[in-house]
Nanobody, 117 residues
């Protein structure tokens, strides 16, 4: 069983920045693909960005060029740097981690991001 601890959500004005963190309860090197997803009220959960152990990244079109996903082995943490935030970025953001060795994935509990003036 793995636990994912998320941090960094909050309220920010349009155009502002936030950095989300996701710290797993196991060594991050043991985790395959990690990612951030988000869910706005009344909408389905959607992919924001993913990163592989080899640091290959993928982004949703809506965040490309504004968000950056990264993995820091030294801090055993995955990050999502969010710049130029828009009101439509408002959602609960979830961290996801995949363990292909057991064909299982885990979710964090989510952190609220609100972009509003």
């Amino acid at each position: 069983q793995m636990h994912l601890e998320e941090s960094g959500g909050g309220l920010v004005q349009p155009g502002g920045s936030l950095r989300l963190g996701c710290k797993p309860s196991i060594i991050i090197d043991a985790i395959d693909v990690m990612g951030w997803y988000r869910q706005a009220p009344g909408q389905q959960r959607e992919l924001v960005a993913t990163i592989t152990p080899g640091r290959a990244t993928k982004y949703a079109d809506s965040v490309q060029g504004r968000f950056t996903i990264s993995r820091d082995n030294g801090k055993n943490t995955m990050y999502l740097q969010m710049n130029s935030l828009k009101p439509e970025d408002t959602a609960v953001y979830y961290c996801k981690a995949e363990l292909s060795s057991i064909a299982h994935h885990y979710w964090g509990e989510g952190t609220q991001v609100t972009v509003s003036s």
